[in-house]
């Protein structure tokens, strides 16, 4: 069979070249795709006369040498120019034959390289799009958050009876409209947060926090939504408090919006419960509820942005997304089971998070029965207690870190105290601990000075409770 039999049966256009690339015969295809009146228009070119981008003409011929040198083939997708000027796409492959010489083939590829071309532009302007929905959503939300904190913070005022005691229907009007803006302001917050998580610019704060008072506080925060369904929500804890190195707001959030769909997507009467379990160097939060639950199918995108299953109650579809987004930031897993594992509805959301050391509190006495009652009031913290006596500040100072919290006794001095003051806010990783002062006598102008110091004074009759929420916030 000749040769030139052979290159006719490629479906390509097909050339013998000589070792420099000079074309030493060609098929028929080869003619009609170069637009040439017949081979012998092309017989004596180099190839090199082709490709008109991507590879320069000159250097055409020693690029393939060398490439060929290492592999059977070389392709190449070029824009090449016709004798009539026309420009096609090609994607030319060069193969080293035997006896020096080779066989180049090239095939029409234009339609392909501009749909390619056509998606990636349209991929551009989706992305374009995107970016300036995400841009403009996120100066809304900016415009928003401001009013919407004065509006809640007037109506806690309100609720909490600034205003004198209101009469019974305002005050149900009231603990309604603090559920919607409450609401409206986490929506505002997610979008930010989305928009800072998208653009890898969401920083956190973290610290080691007590994970059973910020469950329990996002629990109270959607205490009246579910008391409106009359739903049961309970939160139970263990009896050691377990700590986490965590952005406070940030795992706040996470919780805020669990409960949130919960309380959501349970109907009246419902049950929504949490616990949390310590596991070695992990903490495990599962918050179950006994409502709709989660279809099957559903499950492996709920918390995909913008996911939501039906068409049920309104929504925006971001709250999973960032309570998955927010714990993997933090190292954690989330995981979501419908129906609630032993049950045959409702779902479960499980939160597992690193653990950390529990945080030092620091007692400023020289009274031992007075750093035992706080060691009893504050056992539920689980801190570190350090009895820790005025002189001693100087040589204990390297244990103080940025989560140290400090108690001082009012029975000693008020210079003492104050000079003990001075010296833990100056040191740089205590300049923000929490301190409280228990005393039942202090000067009103002594008091105005320790809160310049940020140090809070309470009678030594302080209830637990506001203590652990005063070392804890
Ligand atoms: P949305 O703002 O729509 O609630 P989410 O991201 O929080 O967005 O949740 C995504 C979807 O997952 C919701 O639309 C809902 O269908 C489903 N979902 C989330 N939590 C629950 C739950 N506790 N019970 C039933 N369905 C839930």
């Not at 090199?48 to 991507?54: H, L, M, W």
């Not at 393939?64 to 030319?92: H, N, Q, Y």
């Not at 374009?128 to 109506?155: G, K």
């Not at 008072?213 to 939504?225: E, G, H, T, V």
Request: glycine share 4%.
């Amino acid at each position: 069979m000749s040769l030139s039999v052979t290159l006719d049966a490629l479906y390509e256009a097909a050339f013998l070249t000589d070792e420099q690339f000079r074309i030493l015969d060609c098929n028929d295809r080869a003619v009609e795709l170069l637009r040439v009146a017949n081979k012998q228009a092309l017989i004596g070119r180099s190839i090199a006369d082709f490709p008109s981008e991507n590879v320069l003409a000159d250097e055409f011929p020693t690029y393939l040498k060398e490439r060929l040198t290492a592999v059977p083939f070389v392709v190449i997708e070029c824009r090449m120019p016709r004798d009539d000027g026309s420009l096609f796409w090609a994607e030319t492959v060069t193969h080293r034959l035997s006896d020096a010489t080779h066989l180049v083939t090239f095939r029409d590829v234009s339609a392909r390289v501009d749909s390619l071309h056509r998606a990636e532009e349209a991929n551009e302007r989706l992305r374009a799009a995107i970016r300036d929905r995400m841009e403009f959503v996120s100066n809304v939300s900016h415009e928003l958050r401001t009013p919407l904190t004065s509006m809640s913070y007037a109506l806690t005022n309100m609720l909490r009876g600034i205003c004198g005691t209101l009469p019974e229907k305002a005050v149900g009007y009231l603990e309604r409209l603090h559920v919607d803006v409450k609401r409206l302001m986490t929506t505002v917050n997610d979008l930010l947060d989305l928009r800072q998580m998208e653009n890898g610019t969401l920083t956190l704060h973290r610290s080691n926090i007590p994970l059973s008072f910020l469950l329990k506080d996002a629990a109270n925060a959607l205490m009246i939504q579910a008391e409106m369904k009359h739903q049961t929500l309970t939160v139970e804890v263990p009896t050691e408090e377990c700590y986490v190195y965590a952005d406070r707001h940030k795992i706040e959030r996470v919780f805020f919006n669990i409960f949130s769909n919960a309380v959501k997507y349970t109907p009246e009467n419902g049950t929504i419960s949490a616990r949390i379990e310590a596991q070695d160097d992990r903490v495990v939060i599962k918050i179950d509820d006994n409502g709709i639950g989660i279809p099957p199918e559903a499950l492996p995108r709920v918390s995909q942005r913008y996911f939501r299953v039906g068409e049920q109650v309104a929504g925006t579809g971001l709250g999973l997304s960032i309570v998955r987004e927010i714990t993997e930031l933090h190292d954690g897993t989330f995981a979501v089971m419908s129906p609630v594992p032993g049950t045959t509805q409702g779902t479960r959301i499980t939160i597992t998070l690193p653990r950390c050391q529990a945080p030092d509190l620091f007692i400023v006495t020289a009274d031992a029965a007075f750093a035992e009652r706080l060691r009893v009031a504050l056992a539920p913290l689980g801190l570190t207690h350090r009895p820790l006596s005025e002189k001693d500040i100087d040589a204990q100072q390297r244990a103080f870190c940025s989560t140290s919290k400090f108690i001082f006794d009012g029975a000693l001095t008020d210079t003492a105290v104050s000079a003990a003051v001075c010296k833990i806010r100056r040191h740089p990783d205590s300049a923000q601990s929490p301190m409280v002062i228990l005393t039942n006598a202090m000067e009103p102008l002594m008091k105005r000075e320790f809160a310049r110091w940020r140090v809070l004074v309470r009678p030594t009759t302080v209830s637990p409770e506001e203590l652990r929420h005063l070392l804890c916030n």
